[in-house]
């Protein structure tokens, strides 16, 4: 009994080996039957191969050679190659930028050549996608197939796993008899054992690769099946022209220029200024330029000009129209609410400008010449309705622009199409700086190293964000305002902390006088310096300040005296700010710090309190009495452009126009704010003038701008 088992395992497991071995061949392998499929599928390429294409558009070779950036657009100009012979030619440029304002195009012939016209177009372009699909088709059957294939070799291995599992059942059972019985053959049932196990390894791994090709072939099926979705869609693609038509006489080539504007392209000047470490180094003024294109065509090795202009396209005025005027009873409700808040209105007025601009561009005269004459009844409406503060204002809004300059960029550029800002370089400038130090200790702690600089450049410096910086030191950032050529402005340099500032309160007194009472204050101000050389400082501090005669305030005591600088004594000190000029020398700390002392005097009626101090804070200059018209919300750079303006004047028509102050036509212009100063004699009266326009105004209404004149005199300087 015991010989016949062992016999039987032996086969069984032969039989069961033999039968595993059979199923791990492919399951497929039968000779291919998929031929026919395939040369079908070729036969079905060949009848399908592509129609002769109707002609298609012959584009003319062009190339970018320039670029116009504008603040709100670009104006892109294209050299376009004219092909030999003579005659009238069709020439398409393409593919133009999906930012082009389709109405700007326009073209610049050359010798013999004329340009006949100029058109911008859209067309459809439907692509032959035949052969494309029956190629798909064809893949997608070869995966059929490939997963067919796949499948069946997995029910393969299922069959194989499940005819191991009752071999390992048998050889166990088997296994046990033999035991039982004292006739086990030890080496043959390790030699199965490791059979079973080495082939369920094997069979496992297959099983793995099996489902990653499954996977993989589901993947390109997925992929070919949205392809074919696609070319069979009927969705064409869309081509933009520039059909130009031309004539030429000689048959030579040439060159013709096409012209358009595109949205998406803007540019704001940037500048960085760098100070030495010492103060006879000269500042150095980095201008950039911030570019912004996302136009859709790259900008690649082309000459670049920056334009503060606005690109107008229409030759003439735009048409003015009818304003109508209507009444109500008094005391009912307007239909319009008037406008009060001027900055708002400005903004209102600007945005309805630029609109109209746009739509001229692109030929939309009708909306155009509404939105132009809606802007200017705004403004109209708020003279009318407001002519007070329309004749301290003088010009309408937003009429007054900065200066038209344009940058011609030395050499060619490239700017790629895209969202984020790209910077260039429009020149360096540098400056020889005189420094001082300004410290205002009821404000900060710190005090701030500035340095006045002259422009002497040929470029104007346009109002813009500056980074500052002292060698290669991060200081700080500022608005640099429009600084014309020749001009000084104003810089800082940030912190210097070997200088320090203290302002502490010394003395309190009251006093009664008769039927007032008043307060007496005094203070020192501590300036320490830890400098070794000496440096010039102005010290800044106030005095409260009233609007009229219900409180008196008046300065006792300074030591050292008030700075002596006219244009402070005439803008300033009206409003009660305090300013000393002092040089501070090396080591002056500890006993040595410089002081500065004063004292001030409040008076009011016995019977009145204080109610309270306050300053304009956020909500603008506060108003001031009109016979107090001073220039408290001037800028430091703007004081030192309005001095040195005044310091170019005779010295007798400086004495004169330092007590006009301003404007005698724009009376909320400072004298000097705009740039030079214009003297014209009106009926032999001299009045000074802030600009051209002016000049024109007051030659075309003398007897009108000598009324100004009287009217501006009594308020700046109104009688004691």
């Known amino acids: 009994m015991q010989k016949r088992v062992i016999p039987g395992l032996m086969v069984f497991g032969l039989i069961a080996s033999l039968a595993v071995a059979t199923r791990s061949m492919p399951a497929n392998e039968a000779p291919n039957q998929n031929a026919p499929a395939k040369t ?141 019985k004292g006739g086990l053959n030890s080496e043959q049932t390790i030699a199965m054992t490791k059979f079973i196990m080495e082939t369920r390894g094997e069979k496992a791994k297959a099983t793995v690769a099996l489902q990653q090709q499954v996977h993989a072939n589901q993947e390109k099926s997925e992929l070919a099946q949205r392809k074919l979705g696609e070319l ?43 100070a030495g470490k010492t103060a006879k180094d000269q500042v150095q003024l980095e201008y950039l330029a911030g570019v912004v294109q996302y136009t859709g065509e790259d900008w690649s090795n082309v000459k670049v000009v920056l334009s503060t202009a606005k690109p107008m396209l229409n030759s003439a005025p735009p048409e003015l129209q009818t304003l109508q005027v209507t009444v109500i009873p008094k005391g009912a409700a307007p239909a319009i609410v008037r406008q ?24 939309k005269l009708s909306s155009g010449i509404g939105l132009v004459n809606t802007a200017a009844a705004l403004d109209q409406s708020w003279e009318l309705l407001n002519p007070d503060e ?16 344009a940058y011609h960029l030395n050499n060619n550029l490239s700017i790629p199409s895209r969202t984020d800002e790209q910077v260039l370089e429009i020149t360096r400038i540098d400056m020889p700086p005189e420094y001082y130090y300004k410290a205002v200790p009821i404000l900060s702690s710190q005090v701030y190293r500035l340095a006045e600089l ?68 005094g203070y020192r101000i501590l300036i320490s310096s830890y400098k070794t050389d000496r440096i010039k400082m102005q010290v800044w501090d106030r005095l409260p300040h009233a609007d009229n005669d219900a409180i008196g305030v008046s300065l006792m005591k300074t030591a050292p005296e008030l700075s002596k600088d006219a244009i402070y004594l005439r803008e300033q000190r009206p409003n009660n700010l305090l300013r000393w000029d002092i040089n501070v020398d090396p080591g002056m700390t500890g006993e040595k710090a410089i002081a500065i002392s004063y004292e001030f005097k409040l008076e009011l009626d016995r019977q009145m309190t204080i109610n309270g101090f306050q300053s304009a804070g956020v909500f603008g200059t506060v108003q001031t009495a009109p016979t107090a018209r001073t220039l408290t919300n001037i800028s430091e750079a703007d004081l030192a452009r309005i001095k040195a303006n005044m310091a ?54 003398p007897d009108e701008t000598l009324a100004k004149l009287q009217q501006l005199m009594s308020r700046v300087n109104p009688k004691k």
Not at 129 to 154: M, N, S
Not at 347 to 363: G, Y
Request: proline fraction near 6%; charged fraction near 25%.
């Open 232 to 274: 069979t869609s009927g969705i064409a693609r869309m081509e933009r022209d520039a059909v130009i038509v031309v004539e030429k006489i000689n048959a030579a080539p040439g060159k013709i220029r096409l012209n358009y504007l595109v949205d998406s392209a803007s540019w704001l000047p940037q500048y960085k200024l760098r």
């Open 40 to 180: 079908a599928a070729s036969a079905a390429v060949k009848d399908l191969a592509p129609a002769p294409a109707a002609p298609s558009v012959k584009l003319a070779a062009s190339r970018i050679a320039a670029v116009t950036v504008y603040p709100n657009n670009a104006l892109v100009t294209r050299e376009v190659d004219v092909p030999e012979g003579q005659g009238t030619f069709e020439l398409t440029v393409s593919p133009m930028p999906p930012a082009t304002i389709q109405s700007s195009l326009y073209s610049e012939g050359a010798d013999a050549v004329r340009v006949m016209s100029t058109r911008f177009r859209i067309r459809s372009i439907p692509e032959d996608t035949r052969i494309e699909v029956v190629k798909l088709q064809e893949q997608l059957k070869e995966l059929q197939l490939a997963r067919e294939k796949l499948e069946a070799d997995q029910k393969a291995l299922q069959s194989d796993t499940l005819l191991l599992t009752k071999l390992e059942n048998f050889t166990g059972v088997a296994t046990v008899q033999a035991t039982e």
């Open 454 to 521: 002259t422009n002497r450049s040929n470029f104007i410096i346009l109002p813009g964000e500056a980074t500052m910086y002292i060698g290669p030191d991060f200081v700080g950032q500022m608005s640099l305002p429009q600084v014309a050529i020749g001009e000084t402005f104003t810089a800082g340099f940030g912190v210097d902390p070997q200088l320090q500032v203290q302002r502490m309160i010394t003395s309190k007194a009251q006093t009664t006088q008769g039927g007032n009472q008043a307060l007496s204050f």
């Open 390 to 405: 329309a004749v301290k204002r003088g010009c309408s809004m937003a009429i007054r622009e900065g200066p038209s300059v």
């Open 648 to 701: 170019k004047l005779p010295p007798e028509d400086r004495k004169l126009a330092e007590t006009q102050v301003f404007c005698a036509i724009d009376q909320e212009r400072p004298l000097g704010s705009m740039g030079m100063i214009h003297k014209v004699n009106v009926k032999g009266q001299p009045v000074f003038l802030c600009c051209k326009g002016c000049v024109a105004e007051a030659q075309v209404h």
């Open 340 to 363: 009060t808040n001027t900055s708002e209105l400005d903004e209102q007025v600007r945005s309805l400008r630029f609109k109209a601009q746009k739509d001229f561009n692109e030929r």
